[in-house]
């Protein structure tokens, strides 16, 4: 095992707690909001583990984290980065930390450690996957967040009793990913698309009817769609008017679950009667609160059964490209601005 | 028992289906919605019950039905009135309908059935609720929906393991009955009131916190109170951008249970962390669905429940006026207008 050096590259966080703004995760430029520094490299304690980032993610959810609006406070000085891949290196005092030194691992930050977009991170042994020794480094990155998300959300949706359901920003990764996964557990998809040319992509994948959110024919398209395929469970990244839209053409009894906020708009609340008579209800859902609630063996069996999914190439995280520390802090608001041709991934 | 004739007088409803508008529950003249006909008195069928019509009720939901604005479409031609009391005089084939001859009862309409702002009413058998001798008929006039919503949704706060709750419309009649209930059921209440002069009257049946929605402190108040009160239900019957800010200020894991529209504003949907990391969850509550899924017991247990408090005295329904069908025909509206000094009702 090569030495641990004493100090390390990092994006820390430029500023503390919360913004008050709500303007959505797009950023120009990185640097507005961290900075590339040379900071001391943490050292684990207890049930933590100190990883050597292999490639770590980016994620709507680390910039709204860095712009201060998202659910946790920010914390200045500490690296940014919620995702990634590596190898444990070293560990406090705790047998379950200890054992997993030398193990290549799928990481999530975790309260009271340290971010991913750095040469170092430092989370606890829990929030660390061991993985597949086939898995891809650009699969491993982007294990959790998405592919995890998609696994819970769909279970969500068949332990409601659903047979159909409809997702927002179908072309995102994660809506790929949901796409596939619909197709295997036989619930049948509709999925929001806002370009034409993402249309044949998430049809290739199994997903039976896609509405482009763009098209002037849409509000047709929607009310013919809910009466045909009758979706109960609506999994909302974006949260507009158009997810309200849709959620008022659904059915009787109908869940709207979201889970991001792409759009810094703010839709109304339904009507009365969608509430009251439709007995439709609306929720949020966070991936950290399914991690946190499911039992050992749920979590288990989820990893393992997404791991699965990448090494047999039903799933694939596609890359638009992996920049190192100073050419993220200079160009990663560029390199996102096409968010749906793939993943953009940091290599420290 | 006195022979049933073979037309009689009712408030009928003037329009078909629904209106399209959102207006809310307020009406200028009754004859713009309804007109008094003499029509022919129906004719019960299987398990329904011709009741002859002592006290009929006016609630909100009327106003909202017959302005083409309830989760139901309206039925030209047919009496409105969806609750009020009287004694059943003829039933049709079925045994349980049989039975309730010669009784007094409280009576809901029921689909298929018609309204009770008639002289006559035709609703189910399962519709209606046989009377304590002892039950005030001004009191039974306003026996279901007003009490068993407040006793069905003080039974969901108790469920959800609430300890606290608000409602809104505090000095509404439903408000003054969950006031009452939520003492003895040791659960501690906020209500919200619009004027000054209220705050005694709810303080008085003890709850222990009134906020004034309209008093330039509101905020101040409203999140000092929810810090002290934690309550994390709010029962909701006015769902406009004040319940929202209610509904924001409390704690995580809060539901907002809408069941009513008094306003006919739209409030923004909460923030994407209101749902996500706060874990809250907005939804609708019913009476007829509750009363449609709950079990035979639990549907005799809160109809005895309730009216032993009417009985006891622990309940009153304010009376403001009693006017006869002609009569609400002409001054409905105005006699509405003072809603919180009691209960309008219409003995026809």
């Known amino acids: ?19 008050g703004t709500s303007e959505g995760p797009a950023i120009e430029r990185l640097s507005d909001w961290c900075e590339l520094s040379e900071i001391e490299v943490p050292k684990p304690k207890g049930g933590q583990v100190l990883i050597k980032v292999g490639l770590a993610n980016v994620n709507p959810s680390d910039l709204h984290y860095i712009k201060g609006e998202y659910g946790q406070p ?10 990634g891949m590596g190898e444990v290196v070293a560990s406090g005092e705790d047998e379950a930390a200890r054992k997993l030194i030398g193990q290549r691992v799928a990481v999530s930050a975790s309260r009271g450690g340290s971010g991913v977009w750095a040469q170092y991170a430092l989370t606890d042994a829990r929030a660390v996957v061991p993985l597949h020794p086939k898995l891809r480094d650009e699969d491993a990155a982007a294990l959790i967040v998405n592919p ?7 279970d969500l949706v068949k332990k409601a009793g659903a047979r159909a359901f409809v997702m927002t920003a179908g072309a995102s990764q994660l809506g790929k990913l949901m796409a596939t996964l619909s197709k295997e557990m036989e619930l049948a998809a509709v999925a929001t698309i806002r370009r034409e040319e993402h249309r044949s992509l998430l049809e290739g994948l199994g997903v039976g009817t896609v509405l482009n959110t763009e098209r002037e024919d849409f509000e047709d398209m929607l009310v013919m769609a809910m009466r045909q395929v009758q979706p109960t469970v609506l999994l909302d990244a974006v949260a507009d008017s158009r997810s309200a839209d849709i959620f008022a053409a659904m059915p009787g009894g109908a869940r709207w679950v979201i889970y991001g906020k792409l759009s810094p708009q ?25 991690l946190a609630t499911a039992s050992p063996e749920a979590r288990r069996e989820a990893f393992e059964k997404v791991q699965e999914r990448f090494v047999s190439g039903a799933w694939k995280t596609d890359v638009a490209a992996a920049l190192s520390l100073p050419e993220a802090e200079e160009k990663l608001g560029e390199a996102l601005s096409g968010l749906n041709r793939g993943k953009v991934l940091i290599r420290p």
């Open 148 to 154: 995890m998300t998609a696994w819970a959300m769909l």
């Open 1 to 19: 095992m090569p030495e641990i050096p004493t100090t390390m590259k990092a994006l820390i966080v430029k500023y503390d707690g919360y913004s």
């Open 266 to 290: 703010s839709p109304a609340l339904p009507s009365l009667g969608q509430m009251v008579f439709m007995k439709k209800k609306i929720e949020g859902f966070w991936l950290s609160d399914w």
């Open 74 to 83: 920010r914390r200045k000085g500490v690296p940014a980065g919620f995702e």
